[in-house]
């Protein structure tokens, strides 16, 4: 790979993929967006987030309240889910990044706790939700609109700044990038045209160094190297089994139980699509619709359908399986916008028998289905299709010799 000068990327002539993006004066960015980005969350749970009134009764809650009711209720694995994509994970990243960017100009750091901060922040960094969070607010409000009246308060503006100076702030950390500033370059290795596993190379997946297979650590980042994911297929078919397993009962138990004058009513996922639309929510209801039913169920089909290419390939376009899997692993935390919609309805409408809504059962399970189906598309290896392609290919020519 070249040395790469500020501005310029580095795209796959294979695939078109992007392997590397130099963003201009990155580390300063960094730092003052991430060190902004912090100043943000802490005014966002300084002051009320929304306020609530309904026949003169009203209610003030703050973005902690969102995790401390569902704690007080008993809920504490929905109160760890909202905690960890709330707080936990953006704190690590934030807090990850912006050591490594002051590690920069200290040398006397020690490599490892900067190759472990590396690897913290590449972990966390598919389970940032806030933004996921935000959209579910808004959901929310739209729901409980016509029941009560709802003020924005100042940490709630404080908060769609942290949401967007986060974004910003993965959008400059490009992982290549990154390691290069930490490790060094990645020794460079002659390729020839065609298949680098077959001239004795294995690529890194985790900091892209280019080694050779008798490798099984990489030397520049220590992580376990493979010329292909162990047990690829077989981990992703058994988590796409139990997603859709736990796809029954997310759909078929309510995922809210709404308490209005003494009379409790559930909802399920479907139910509150309906509702929306009878009240003319047309946008809101297509949200709600297309993140909660139809994204988990195109998860799954399609990593299925890559699964059984993986067997049987077609003679589909290669590159088209491949900008299938990366959409299928982009979309996949949108479906958390529905459990999202139901912690704020929970922190927010706690009025006694006059209005209240809880959690219902079907929650953990629907949390469930998206994180399996996540996992499963972490755990399915995309150059599996190249293979197969190559091996198509090979049959293909060799039949076409045969018959001329």
Known sequence: MPDLQSGERLRCTHCDHILVSVHAYAPRRILSIGISCLLMLVLAISFPFLSFATNGVERSVTLIDTLTVLLGQGYLILGAVISLALFVFPLVYLGSILFLVWSFHHSNV?????????????????????????VGILVALVKVNGLADITLGLSFWAFCGYVVLLLKTVTLVDKRWLWHQVAG???????????????????????????????????????????????????TLALLIAALVMYIPANVFPIMQTTFLGNTEPSTIMGGV?????????????????????????????????IWQCYFPSRHLTKQKVKLYRLTELVGRWSMIDVFVVA????????GNLMAIYPGPAVLSFTSVIILTMLAAMSFDPRLLWDKDRQANDLYNKGAKRER
């Not at 960094?125 to 969070?133: A, E, I, R, S, T």
């Open 344 to 351: 704020i309805l929970t922190s927010m409408v706690q009025m």
């Open 185 to 235: 370059a990645a020794m460079n290795h002659a390729v020839d045209k065609g298949n680098a596993q077959s001239q004795g190379l294995i690529g890194c997946h985790f900091c892209g160094a280019v080694l050779s297979n008798d490798h099984r650590h990489c030397q520049r980042c220590g992580h376990s190297i493979y010329t292909r994911r162990p047990r690829s297929l077989s981990t």
């Open 274 to 306: 309906f509702l929306l639309w009878s009240l003319e929510s047309y946008p809101v209801a297509l949200v709600i619709l297309v993140a909660s039913v139809v994204i988990p169920l195109a998860k799954i089909a399609s990593l299925s359908w890559l």
């Open 110 to 134: 020690l490599d490892n706790a900067r190759r472990y901060c590396v690897r913290w922040l590449l972990v966390v960094q598919p389970w940032l939700m806030v933004d996921v969070f935000l």
